[in-house]
């Protein structure tokens, strides 16, 4: 969709058809697509809301972030399908269909965004629910969110929980889980969320007005290196592994897409920086062999200054902001992970 708008909005389907196969029966309200703006996009009217404060917890330990000049938006998936739907339907050069059985693809270009996910089960996913309270007082403040707070049951995964406070009685708070999906036990999340507004946020008086479930895979799924076909979104690669954040990734790619659409067969593949792969990587081996040490892990990566951690996480550090994230990691862990055989 960000890239069919992103075609539409240069005039790039002008000579040119596009035809959009999906599934789904309707576009509602799905999903709640969150980031800290390192760039400009197309969606600035679907942000629900953004911050400029952000906080991460431990057991014991807090600590308060500025992110001033980086805010943290909230797009709101439902105004970010309405957007594009109502800006699509009027170029009679798109057509939606619902299976590819409707339309001749011998000489078309796909762009694919059904991701080929090989065997799934044994692989590390960022598996979550979401859902959205209203109180009757005014409990949050919604001036800071809470990135991560790990100071919840962990049963030897990663886990966490998130808050965005859009209003002082309106929240979005998910249970998240860093872990192999196969892993059913994990999978409570009703009750995992019940617990926490409870016994953390103390909040016995309030209804839930939306909810969201999703799993990102912390892999990249198989890509085929068709000339006909390029692979976009989760399924192209998209997904920053250690964070899950795919977002703006997608945005920058359908940029990149829209910049060289006339060669585009020729055009070299567009790909998240292979520094940040490889970093990634030995980050989430870590992971996968010491998972009772991330919590501390991810909260040392705090001791950045915000602006280089968020640089990082988004992909527009420096190296010198690279390796001012890498200080502040165990060292002797990683090398000794890094050179470990994978289990
Ligand atoms: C609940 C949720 C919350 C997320 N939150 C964030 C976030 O806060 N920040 C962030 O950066 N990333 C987030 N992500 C990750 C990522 O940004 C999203 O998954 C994003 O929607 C990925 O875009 P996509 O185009 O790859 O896939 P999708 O948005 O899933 O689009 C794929 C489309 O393909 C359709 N489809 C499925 N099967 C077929 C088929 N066989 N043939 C044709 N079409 C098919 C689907 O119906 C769907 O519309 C989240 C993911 C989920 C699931």
Redesign the pocket.
Known sequence: ??LAYELDLHNKLKDATLAI????LEYKR??????WKTIDHNFQDCVQKSWNNFSINIPGKTKFLECNGLPYE?ID?GLFYEKINTRLKKNKNISFYK??NEIDLNSAFIFN???LLDSKEDKLWQH?K?IEIETKKNVFDDEIFNLMDFDCDQRDSVHFFYTLPYTKNKALIETTWLSKIKNDSLKDYDEQLKNYIRNHLNIRDYKVTYS?????PLFHPTISNERNKMN?????G???LST???????QEHSKYIRKNIHTIKESKRYEINKKYKFLDKIFLKVLNYHPEKMANIFFDMFNNSPETIIKFLSNKSTLLQDLFIILKMPKWLFIKIFFKNDK
């Open positions: 969709m960000s196969i999906e599934p789904r799905d999903k709640t697509w969150s980031y909230a998936s299976n590819t965004s059904v991701p979550f979401g969201e479930v999703g799993a990102i976009i979104g989760t399924a192209g998209m997904t920053r899950g954040y795919t977002f703006l990734n997608i």
